[in-house]
């Protein structure tokens, strides 16, 4: 059965700090790994999908990358803002039969102060 | 265009009573898909549909738990007979399929902003 773990759970850093948010996953045989924002009151923002074929994706002063064989995705945020404040989530979605649900960790929650 | 809705955003029941839970997908969308969230933990997969088909309902915790697609678009979700620990947020998601078209966007996954459900 497929796990993601995040770590860290919590991250508080200044404004204008780059930082990196850490995923990982049991099984590699995934067929692509999405990274998600969570905002109080809000649904689910998709920020970056990485196929299993990618090794990186960059949206903005987000990047992505992915590295299957290992099980572990980062996501990096270059010169951070306090409207990044969020729960970041990570998950992957296997490639064998269930090529269709999301399997989720806990989530990262950031916060950047001013 | 619209993103995904859901309606009622919060719902608060007491134990014992049905409730249904709506989902509107983005038009166009083939699949849809059901997540229940805990306070403190990632979405879990409940179910999920492609047109009007239900796929894959393994996630479904018990049979008091029932999800329809009649059309192929709005979809719901009800709860019969709610306990204290059906409380949680559910979420839903669309997307255009399913399956590998060779588009990363394909199946992107696109959520409503949930429905927190309460159940005293």
């Known amino acids: 059965k497929q796990e993601v773990t995040q770590i860290p759970a919590a991250l508080s850093v200044p404004e204008g700090e780059n930082l990196v948010l850490n995923c990982s996953f049991t099984?590699?045989?995934?067929?692509?790994l999405q990274w998600f924002r969570q905002d109080p009151g809000k649904g689910l923002t998709s920020l970056l999908l990485?196929?299993?074929?990618?090794r990186e994706q960059t949206s903005g002063r987000l990047n992505a990358s992915l590295d299957k064989s290992s099980g572990r995705s980062t996501l990096y945020i270059a010169a951070s803002q306090p409207g990044d404040s969020a729960t970041y989530l990570c998950?992957?979605?296997?490639?064998?039969?269930?090529?269709?649900?999301?399997?989720f960790g806990k989530g990262t929650l950031l916060t950047v102060n001013p | 265009g619209a993103g995904v809705s859901q309606s009622p955003r919060y719902k608060v029941t007491k134990r014992g009573q049905d409730v249904a839970l709506r989902c509107d997908p983005i038009?166009?969308?083939?699949?849809l898909y059901w997540y229940r969230q805990a306070l403190g933990q990632g979405p879990e997969f409940l179910t999920y549909?492609?047109?009007?088909?239900?796929?894959?309902k393994s996630g479904l915790p018990n049979d008091r738990f029932s999800a329809e697609r009649p059309e192929g678009s709005i979809s719901t979700l009800t709860i019969q007979r709610t306990e204290q620990r059906d409380s949680a947020m559910y979420r839903c998601?669309?997307?255009?399929?399913?399956?590998?078209?060779?588009?990363?966007?394909?199946?992107?996954?696109?959520f409503g902003p949930g429905t927190r459900l309460t159940v005293l």
């Open positions: 998601a669309s997307s255009l399929a399913s399956l590998a078209s060779g588009s990363s966007s394909y199946n992107e996954q696109f």
């Open positions: 099984d590699s045989a995934i067929y692509n």
């Open positions: 549909f492609n047109y009007e088909a239900q796929q894959d």
């Open positions: 990485i196929q299993s074929s990618q």
């Open positions: 998950a992957v979605i296997d490639s064998g039969g269930s090529n269709y649900k999301l399997t």
């Open positions: 038009s166009g969308h083939v699949s």
